[in-house]
DNA sequence: CGGCATCCGTGACGATACTG
DNA sequence: CAGTATCGTCACGGATGCCG
């Protein structure tokens, strides 16, 4: 049961916040865009939930098709949540919040909880503008498997994953290395992070300043290089 | 005050819910894109909403520099709410919400209130597609001032006002009759409405069935008859 | 009459404790 | 580890009243 109160409007906006609507089953999506997680991994990224709501939430989206619930192969038979293929589908929406919240993100607060995989969308987005400033039209970009190395940790990247998640589940970004053989590897400061992900200051930017070191042979790699 | 729950989060998806995450926020913004509109016009077309809430969201908004509240000149003087250009931008967050909700829009419910101005999204979402089908690259499409005409009433849609709001406030379409010459208009009736609203149709197809007639002699009523 | 403010019942939410 | 149970609080929806 998604909000049980409906809208009840004859609008897709108006639809789409039924299913999306509630408080935190935005947030429980861009964690899954990082993969499939299991409840505690959840709860623990998600700083101010409270368990009932989590389960509750949960089950409303495996309900209303956005996630899937599945047992890992022994050994370690956990439960792990992933999203759907429609459930992914909700990139877009929470790139557009990203894109609209980035001008009133300012400085952090002391209160406000960090991880560093929040930085996968801004940083995303930022590599999906890379490919687009010349010609080449409604062009492809240049996509492919990045990996980002912060201070804190490092993840990685699907760019041009937009409606077509390449390994298995709906994630187009993940903790942890790149499950294979990256082509381009990011290394910066969570300061030049943070303000790419403020819009203060572009990829190429830093990437001009030093402030980002790039490596690897694929396409956007030497695509960040040749600014 | 906004949702006084915070999420507190670093992440920018997080602080556009800090302000836009309430409950009916997106649906006030949905209106106001339609233009500058009074209290009691806002509480006809969002059926559900109590009058308290309205009033604390319009209130919330217009701290968050969401909205103005303005007088009308005499005679008449009544207070108008209207978007400030911050809250203008919403716009993409409710494309994409609504292209993703188009998928779970189905059949019209007994309960599901319509007006006729919820399908200026969708529609102005098929219109922008209109230009982007063949070169042309990051270009325009066809822009201007379209006028639709259904049979609960017309309205009219600012194409490719994505950021730059063209009269006065954020509105990029608005109810009644076009505020000058049209560069198109476009006459069709409810089913076809919905039905492109449901992405069944384009609106490409439909002129082609003669489901939709267009008039005008603005490049993108040139592009809609050279199917 | 339009534009809210007040009151009240219900349900959603957040924190903590507890269980298979 | 993965939730369920309990409980206090607050937000929401509906109705009604006030005030210009």
Redesign the interface.
Known sequence: MSPRR??????????????V?D?WT??IV?ELLAGPRRYTDLHADL??VSTDVLASRLKDMERDGLTTRRRLPPPGAVYVYELTR?GS??L??????????????GE??P????RAH?FA??LLRALEGVG?GE?????EGEGGLVEVRLEEGMFHLQVGAVDGPVHGSGSVYGDGPAPGVPDATLVLGTDTCTAI??GESTVAEAVRDGRVTVSGHGTLAKALREV
Chains 1, 2 share one sequence.
């Open positions: 409906s809208y009840d409007q004859y609008c897709s906006a108006a639809r789409a916040l039924d299913t609507g408080r935005l947030l861009r700083p101010g429609r589908e909700l877009p929406v929470l790139q557009a919040l990203g894109a609209w919240g980035q001008a009133a993100l952090r607060r209160t406000d909880a960090v929040w969308l801004p687009a010609g080449r039209g409604a062009g992900s403020r």
